[in-house]
């Protein structure tokens, strides 16, 4: 009787092993896919400024919106996004891969954006092989634009991230070099 039991219990600390390594690599995957979702969500947002789809843009938000600095609603965000667009006209954002990190609840994250917003017809065609390396964008265009930083909450809703708070500002980072 004692041999048997020594034979199954091996075996069942195996099975809990595999579970567990299941779970870490499922919950590995869920990570990337939501974080794609957000970059996605960050893409989707920029193409509507850019149309000056402030309705669409709302879309992409919660009821309760807060923008910051200034804590403003829904309405007053509407309301500055309208006269910013209507201000600089037909804009392009451009921006490098956005950051998205998990925040301690499981359907909360922070995404940051550095961003730049130039006229539509501007082009600056060394900053999309810079996508994937946020410092060598920044490098690249610091010195020659006024660059943004945007910083998101999103919150995951009937399986759809939507953006919480937003909080932009001018970026006043001293630079990367040396």
Known sequence: ?????????????????????????????????????????VQKGAALAEAHDISGLMELTTEDIVGQPGGYDRLAIKRIVWLALKHYGQIKILYPKPSVTRLAEDN??????????VKKERVIPELKDLYDDPRGWIETVGDNADLYQLNLETIKTDGRWRVRKARLETFKGTGFSK
């Open 1 to 41: 009787m004692a041999r048997w039991k020594n034979a199954v219990a091996p075996r069942r600390i195996q099975k809990i092993s595999l579970l567990r390594r299941v779970r870490i690599l499922a919950s590995a995957c869920s990570q990337e896919d939501d974080a794609a979702a957000i970059r996605k969500l």
């Open 108 to 117: 909360r994250a922070s995404c940051g954006i550095y961003l730049l917003i």
